[in-house]
């Protein structure tokens, strides 16, 4: 199956840093989603990305779907401690009803 | 609105024994999944559905069944615990395919 590989697995930063994830796959995609995960609870929408390119942002995050639509970015600037948590990419194509996510990265800020 | 509601928060079965994971949304949503969540690990689909009486296999179906017999409901079936099915569980809805999931806020299930 289709399988999107998430990068860093982990980052461990200083409040203030900028912070810089990713997300790629072998298969084209035709949506990106950015989700976060707070300890304890379920992944929330972050970011929606439609096109190729679009770059998109919400705040102090960022995220852009590749112009080759196999990858995506998501940036998130001027980190502070309520940015903890697992950041989790997912991909969407127009075969399925389902997402495919990445394994996640796990984001730790020090204040 | 409650969105996505999941129950229980945290359960304990020994080897062998049957559970029934309770998800119910009240957005109207046609499309429903369960996915699991091993520590560390990303999220893997286990059924979806898209919509009342409808239900598909996902990426792990192995060892549950689910039901769809109401729009709001989709609960999932384990019917013999595996240790491998030590996990979290969770429940989600959307309303257009493969789009914008909300998500419930996860059942803990150890399996001992």
């Known amino acids: 199956g289709q399988q999107l590989n998430q990068s860093p697995q982990s980052m461990f930063i200083q409040e203030g840093e900028d912070v810089s994830m990713n997300c790629t796959s072998s298969s084209i995609f035709n949506t990106w989603l950015w989700y976060k995960q707070d300890p304890g609870e379920g992944p929330v929408l972050l970011i929606a990305l439609y096109k190729a390119g679009e770059l998109t942002s919400n705040g102090r995050l960022t995220a852009q779907f590749g112009i080759t639509r196999k990858d995506s970015f998501l940036n998130i600037s001027a980190s502070i401690p309520s940015d903890v948590g697992i950041y989790f990419c997912?991909?969407?194509?127009?075969?399925?009803?389902?997402?495919?996510f990445g394994g996640g990265t796990r984001l730790m800020v020090k204040p | 609105n409650a969105g996505v509601t999941q129950t229980p928060k945290f359960r304990i079965l020994k080897i062998g024994q049957s559970m029934t994971l309770q998800c119910t949304q009240d957005m109207n949503h046609n499309y429903m999944y369960w996915y699991r969540q091993d520590p560390g690990m990303g999220l893997k689909l286990i059924y979806y559905s898209v919509g009342a009486g409808i239900t598909d296999k996902g990426e792990v179906p192995n060892g549950y069944n689910v039901s769809r017999s109401t729009t709001e409901d989709f609960p999932l079936r384990l019917e013999l615990a595996a240790p491998s099915q030590t996990s979290v569980y969770f429940c989600?809805?959307?309303?257009?395919?493969?789009?914008?999931?909300?998500f419930g806020s996860g059942t803990q299930l150890s399996v001992l």
């Open positions: 997912a991909g969407a194509n127009n075969a399925g009803n389902m997402l495919t």
């Open positions: 989600a809805s959307s309303g257009l395919a493969a789009e914008k999931l909300f």
